[in-house]
C-alpha cells in the first residue's frame, strides 16, 4: 500500500524501505530473528556432505542414538501391549467437557498409575554412554586415547581449564556478578543498581544479541522474564496465543498413552519438589500440550535424534500409514517435567510459559538426552566433567575410582536436568542466565566439577559410592557463582 503513495519514487525505493523499516520498529524485529536462527542452527556442512551429517557427523554416533531410540520404542510398545491401551484415542465427550472443566486444576486429578513406568531414567541413559566406543580406536595395540580413566570411553575434543576461562572471561574474578555477594571489587549493591540500570536500557533496545551479552553476569531478578524472552526472540503475540489455545483443544479431544507418562513424571518429580509442588497445574498444561505441538519436529533438523513413528494398525512399514507419535516427536523420560519446572516462577501466562519452554527445549535440553558429538551434547558434557575432574583433582578421582564411587555416576543425573531440583531455585536461575548468555551447556560441565571440588576434603574421607553420594546428596545451599569463579579462576592451571 506504500508503494503506491507519490512520495515514494523508485529510484529511492531501497533507502526509502531501509528507513521505513526503521521507523516502524521492523529492523529491530528482524535482526533478533536473525540472531535467534543463528544461534539455533549449526554452522553450514560441506557441500558435498551427506544430509545426516547435519544432524551428527560421526558415523557410530548416529548408530548408537538409532539403537538408543530402538529401546525406547519397545519399552513403549510393551507397555501398550501389556496395560492392552492403545497409543493414542479420541476422548469420549464426556471426558472432554470434564478435561476442560478442571483444566487449571489438573493436579487433584488422581489417577491410577502404578501400572506404568517410565520409559527410561538417566541411570539407563548412562550405562549406555558407558558402552559407546568410536570402532577406528578399537583395533591395535595402542592405550586407550590420552589415558582417560572415566566412564566415557569416547574420543571428543573437550575444552581444557585455560581454553574455558577465555570463553567464561565475564566470569572473571574482577569482574561484577549477580550472585556474588562479596566481590572485592565493587561494593555489591553499587555493581546491583548500574546493573539494573543497564539491563532495562537493554530491554528497552529490544536487541536479542544486546541481552544475551547481558546476562553473562547475571539478570536482576526484575528483569529476568523479559530479557529471556528477548534472548530466545518470544514475544507471544495473538497468533502464538491460538496456537497454544489449539494445543489445548488437542489435548481435550485425544488421549493418549505418553499423557500418562507426563502425569506420572509430574507425581513422581515436580509434585515431591519443595519449590515446584504449587506449578503442578502449569507443568500438566505445557507438557500434554509439548507433546502434541508438531512445530518441535523442525528441531529434528539439527538434532541427532529422529522422531518416532506408529504405524496406523495393519499398515507396519508402509510409509504413507505412518505418523510422528507423540506428535512432538519426544517421548517424555524420568524427570522431564523439570524442564520446565523452574521457568513457572517466571513466566504465569501459560501461552507464554510454554513457547519459552518450546524454545529452551528445542535450543538446549533435547541434547541432554540424545547421544552426539555436539560440544554441548551430554557425552561431551560427561567428558569435560571426568577431564577436569582427572586433570585438577587427580588424587580425589583416583580414590573415588578406587572405591567404585566413579564421579559421573553421582554428577551425571544433575547435568542431564540441567541441575533442575538440585539446586535452590534463585541459584539455578543463574546458572540458566549463563547458558542462556553463552548458548552453550558447558557450564553444566564445569559446575559438576566445581561441586566436586569444593566438597573434595569430605569425599577424600568416604570408603563407598553411597557414602559419597550422601556427601552430595544435597546441593540445595550450593551458591553457584562464587563456586564457578574459584573452580575456573582460581584453579592452579
Aim: charged content about 20%; glycine content about 4%.
Amino acid at each position: 500500500i506504500s508503494l503506491h503513495k507519490p512520495e515514494i519514487k523508485l529510484e529511492s525505493l531501497k533507502e526509502d524501505i531501509k528507513d521505513f523499516l526503521k521507523v516502524s520498529g521492523w529492523e529491530k524485529k528482524l535482526q533478533n530473528a536473525v540472531y535467534s536462527e543463528l544461534n539455533v542452527f549449526p554452522s553450514p556442512c560441506h557441500p558435498a556432505a551427506p544430509p545426516e551429517h547435519m544432524k551428527e557427523p560421526l558415523a557410530y554416533m548416529r548408530k548408537a542414538q538409532g539403537s538408543w531410540e530402538k529401546r525406547i520404542l519397545k519399552s513403549l510398545n510393551s507397555m501398550c501391549t501389556e496395560l492392552s491401551i492403545p497409543l493414542a484415542q479420541k476422548r469420549p465427550a464426556s471426558e472432554q467437557k470434564e478435561l476442560l472443566n478442571k483444566w487449571n486444576e489438573m493436579g487433584t486429578d488422581e489417577p491410577d498409575l502404578t501400572l506404568f513406568r517410565p520409559v527410561y531414567a538417566p541411570k539407563d541413559f548412562l550405562e549406555v554412554l558407558m558402552n559407546l566406543r568410536n570402532p577406528n580406536y578399537e583395533n591395535g595395540e595402542q592405550p586407550s586415547f590420552r589415558n582417560h580413566l572415566g566412564l566415557i570411553q569416547v574420543p571428543l575434543k573437550v575444552k581444557d581449564i585455560p581454553e574455558l576461562k577465555e570463553d567464561f572471561s565475564e566470569l572473571g574474578l574482577n569482574i561484577g556478578q549477580l550472585g556474588i555477594d562479596d566481590s572485592t571489587q565493587v561494593p555489591p549493591e553499587f555493581f546491583e543498581n548500574e546493573h539494573v540500570r543497564v539491563g532495562q536500557k537493554v530491554l528497552a533496545e529490544q536487541d536479542s544479541a544486546a541481552a544475551q551479552q547481558y546476562v553473562r553476569q547475571g539478570c536482576p531478578t526484575a528483569l529476568r522474564a523479559d530479557l529471556w524472552a528477548l534472548i530466545l526472540n518470544i514475544s507471544n503475540q495473538p497468533e502464538d496465543i491460538l496456537y497454544y489455545e489449539q494445543l489445548k483443544s488437542n489435548v481435550i479431544q485425544h488421549n493418549l498413552l505418553v499423557d500418562s507418562l507426563i502425569y506420572k513424571d509430574v507425581k513422581l518429580t515436580a509434585s515431591n519438589d519443595d519449590y515446584y509442588f504449587v506449578f503442578e497445574d502449569y507443568l500438566y498444561q505445557v507438557l500434554l500440550c509439548f507433546s502434541r505441538d508438531t512445530s518441535v519436529l523442525e528441531h529434528f533438523a539439527y538434532s541427532s535424534a529422529t522422531p518416532p513413528k506408529s504405524y496406523i494398525r495393519g499398515k507396519l512399514g508402509i510409509e504413507e500409514y505412518a505418523v510422528f507419535y507423540p506428535p512432538s516427536g519426544v517421548i517424555p523420560f524420568h524427570g522431564f517435567s523439570m524442564y520446565v519446572a523452574p521457568l513457572c516462577f517466571l513466566y504465569h501466562e501459560p501461552s507464554k510459559l510454554y513457547q519459552m519452554f518450546r524454545e529452551m527445549y528445542v535450543r538446549f535440553f533435547f541434547r541432554l538426552h540424545s547421544i552426539s558429538s555436539h560440544p554441548s551434547g551430554i557425552v561431551s558434557l560427561c567428558l569435560l566433567f571426568e577431564t577436569l575432574l582427572q586433570t585438577h583433582l587427580p588424587q580425589l578421582f583416583y580414590h573415588l575410582r578406587e572405591i567404585g564411587a566413579q564421579p559421573l555416576r553421582i554428577s551425571f543425573k544433575w547435568m542431564v536436568r540441567a541441575f533442575s531440583g538440585y539446586l535452590a531455585t534463585d541459584q539455578l536461575l543463574l546458572l540458566w542466565d549463563r547458558i542462556l548468555g553463552y548458548n552453550s551447556l558447558e557450564i553444566l560441565a564445569v559446575l559438576a566439577a566445581a561441586v566436586f571440588a569444593f566438597r573434595a576434603v569430605n569425599l577424600m574421607e568416604v570408603t563407598s559410592l553411597a557414602a559419597a553420594e550422601a556427601v552430595l546428596a544435597d546441593l540445595s545451599t550450593l551458591k553457584v557463582m562464587p563456586l564457578l569463579q574459584i573452580f575456573l579462576f582460581a584453579t592452579v592451571t
